[in-house]
């Protein structure tokens, strides 16, 4: 009997210092998230600057040098695995660059393969960076 009502006592305790109704409840603070850092890519023939950069299909993408991510503009989510090398070049591999050319007199940055100069495909699927080669050379149109 004894025992049963130090037990009583005990679990009272516990209840009433876990928290009454006359405690406000903890809103928890938000996380702010980091602002990015977006790369400049300039033309050396012209002084043309731009963080846009675009795909065979004219996609958008921007690269994060505080993070070394890819921004994909048609979802505005980050994909990490993207940094910018001496300038122009995209990866530590060195196997993606940034190249301009011209379209009816607009002057654009491309993402291109670095070996062959061709524009590539990026898409997202599934979170997932999906980066397809093609013949497309950069215009100079």
């Known amino acids: 009997m004894r025992a049963t009502r130090l037990l009583a006592l005990v679990l009272s305790s516990i209840t009433l210092g876990c928290g009454g109704s006359s405690q406000s409840p903890v809103t928890p603070t938000p996380t702010p998230t980091p602002t990015p850092v977006l790369a400049t890519f300039t033309d050396t ?22 993070s070394n991510s890819m921004i994909w503009m048609l979802n505005g989510q980050s994909y990490a695995g993207y940094p910018v090398i001496d300038g122009s070049f995209i990866r530590a591999d060195k196997f993606f660059q940034v190249r301009f050319g011209t379209v009816n007199g607009d002057r654009r940055a491309y993402f291109t393969e670095a070996a062959r100069g061709t524009i590539c495909d990026v898409e997202v699927s599934n979170g997932a960076v999906i980066i397809n080669p093609t013949d497309v050379p950069v215009p100079h149109t």
């Open 45 to 66: 023939a012209n002084s043309f600057s731009t963080s846009d950069v675009r795909d065979v299909g004219e996609q958008i993408m921007r690269f994060d040098t505080a």
